[in-house]
């Protein structure tokens, strides 16, 4: 991997790990202190290794350059000598010098009692997951109001007021205790799950999969499941779902990097010890009373690493759905359980369900109707494809659309 992929990759991957440390080490008073300190970071990195080349261990380079900018800053704001260890420093001759503490360990103390930091119940579900997306996934402004559906303007004053109200009230960045975790878990799942979503269905980048999200996000999620006091059904749950999708990575695009539809992936690509993971954690899932959206949504992609086109299958996906729509009703669940329904009741009713649902700004929608419209309308079928093509944002989504309609 050369430098110009390197450093986005790194951004992507050591930019939260950076911010969680030093916003644990600063407090939230100074949160952006820290992502200023992490950007300054990966900008010295992007202009001292084109001069000098790539170190031998670049993360190893970032965290140190992390490091002197950090204790530079502790030192010339006296935010050490005043704010934090003004006792321990009594009656001391030597400088102690301040410790900034990027161990495999603390980052992932530090970015599990981030995540409950910010997803705390003063400031909003939105913002508590955009803060979260910002801050512990890295993401830029554009890519969390493309996630939210809003404007950038929009999602920077949400973020700015979040982290206003966080300081206000004084949250501490550590883990909360039992009842509160159980409280705040949703919201850390959600964002998790929107990150998985963002690599797996992209639209905001000129390319159909980006691993690097979907594997941070596994990442996230096995982190609470290691932890003694997150590890719940629910989350085993996602990250079952998370590994039962991961496993068709492979298949997902061809050689040129164009979308391979469900029906034509080649089985052999799909990941047997990922579906071997998810079948696992699936199993750790069914502790508890609780059935969550997580484990129907893991039960359906369960069986859609099953390469059947048996009525028991599409039997079972349909019922699912029902129970998810119930459970946690969404358009884009509505838009997947008609395609199950067209495997059990034909086309003509998922074309009538479908059309229902009137999801006229929605891709999928467009695209979802001109595959059922084939083979009983033609005219409607390159209409509805025509409408998916205008709102294709990726070139490869562009290029696959166009294919089907040139076979119309």
């Known amino acids: 991997m050369g430098q110009q992929e390197l450093i986005p990759h790194l951004f992507r991957t050591e930019y939260r790990k950076i911010v969680s440390v030093l916003s644990k080490r600063f407090g939230f008073d100074q949160v952006e202190i820290a992502e200023d300190i992490a950007s300054e970071t990966f900008l010295s990195a992007a202009q001292i290794w084109a001069m000098n080349g790539l170190p031998p261990n670049p993360v190893a380079w970032l965290y140190q350059v992390a490091k002197n900018k950090a204790k530079n800053h502790l030192q010339r704001e006296s935010v050490f000598d ?4 003004p006792e321990l420093k009594k009656g001391m001759s030597d400088r102690i010098e301040p410790e900034i503490d990027l161990s495999p360990r603390n980052i992932i103390d530090s970015q599990l009692q981030m995540m409950f930091a910010i997803c705390n119940p003063v400031i909003s579900a939105e913002a508590q997951i955009g803060l979260s997306l910002r801050i512990l996934c890295g993401f830029g402004i554009e890519e969390i109001a493309d996630a939210f559906l809003t404007s950038r303007e929009t999602i920077s004053k949400r973020l700015t007021r979040a ?8 949250i501490k960045i550590e883990m909360p205790d039992a009842a509160q ?3 705040r878990l949703e919201n850390v799942l959600t964002t998790i799950y929107l990150l998985f979503n963002e690599g797996y269905y992209s639209l ?14 596994m990442r996230l999620c096995i982190m609470l499941v290691e932890n003694n006091s997150t590890n719940k059904p629910q989350v085993n749950a996602l990250l079952s779902l998370m590994c039962f999708h991961a496993s068709r990575f492979e298949a997902r695009t061809d050689e040129n990097g164009e979308t391979v539809l469900y029906e034509d992936q080649d089985e052999l690509l799909w990941n047997a010890e990922l579906i071997s993971r998810g079948g696992y954690y699936l199993h750790c899932a069914a502790n508890g009373n609780q059935v969550s959206k997580y484990h129907l949504e893991a039960a359906i992609a369960y069986w859609n690493t099953r390469k059947t086109d048996s009525p028991e299958k599409w039997q079972n996906i349909l019922k699912l759905y029902d129970q998810l729509l119930q459970t946690a009703w969404s358009p884009m669940a509505a838009l997947h359980r008609i395609y199950a329904l067209s495997k059990t009741g034909g086309k003509p009713e998922a074309i009538a369900a479908a059309e229902k649902l009137q999801m006229d700004d929605n891709l999928l929608y467009f ?6 419209y084939q083979g009983i309308d033609t005219g409607k079928a390159r209409e509805n494809l025509q409408k998916s093509l205008e709102l294709a944002k990726t070139a490869s989504g562009k290029h696959t659309i166009m294919k089907k309609l040139s076979t119309l």
Do not use: F, H, P, V
């Open 82 to 85: 005043t704010k934090i260890i």
């Open 163 to 170: 982290r206003e109200r966080l300081r206000g009230q004084n």
């Open 181 to 183: 975790i159980e409280a």
């Open 204 to 217: 905001t980048q000129n390319q159909t999969l980006r691993k690097d999200l979907c594997l941070e996000a």
């Open 367 to 372: 695209l979802l109707l001109g595959e059922l």
